[in-house]
């Protein structure tokens, strides 16, 4: 299983971005599984951003993206994106995206068992 991340950039505060996350891998089948973005800046732990249940019915965002942020997901594509918008300096950090398998959104790292490579999002005060 692999998880692309993409979309990153360097923005300023208030403008908007849109990450994109492709999955592939023979057995796996995406539709089947819970998708996050995770984000961790430098000198701070990982931190949970949003989730989005496997039919993309469900969403889920942290309270510090929440109104700001929107995770969605295409499986017919196998993509899950994250779109961003008034963005502060403090959103800058690595993105992360992720796949946990079963029902029910998580927020917590260890609940996903695959990973992205992660893209960079700076933004600009």
């Known amino acids: 299983v692999q998880l692309q991340a993409s979309g990153g950039g360097l923005v300023q505060a208030g403008g908007s971005l849109r990450l994109s996350c492709v999955a592939s891998?023979?057995?796996?089948?995406?539709?089947?599984?819970?998708m996050g973005w995770f984000r961790q800046a430098p000198g701070k732990e990982r931190e949970f951003v949003a989730a989005?249940?496997?039919?993309?019915?469900?969403?889920y965002h942290a309270d510090s993206v929440k109104g700001r942020f929107t995770i969605s997901r295409d499986n017919a594509k196998n993509m899950m994106y994250l779109q961003m918008n008034s963005l502060k300096p403090e959103d800058t950090a690595v993105y992360y995206c992720s796949a946990g398998p079963g029902a029910g959104l998580r927020t917590t790292s260890s609940s996903y068992d695959y990973w992205g490579q992660g893209t960079l999002v700076t933004v600009s005060s």
């Open positions: 891998g023979r057995t796996f089948t995406f539709g089947r599984y819970i």
């Open positions: 989005i249940s496997m039919a993309g019915s469900t969403t």
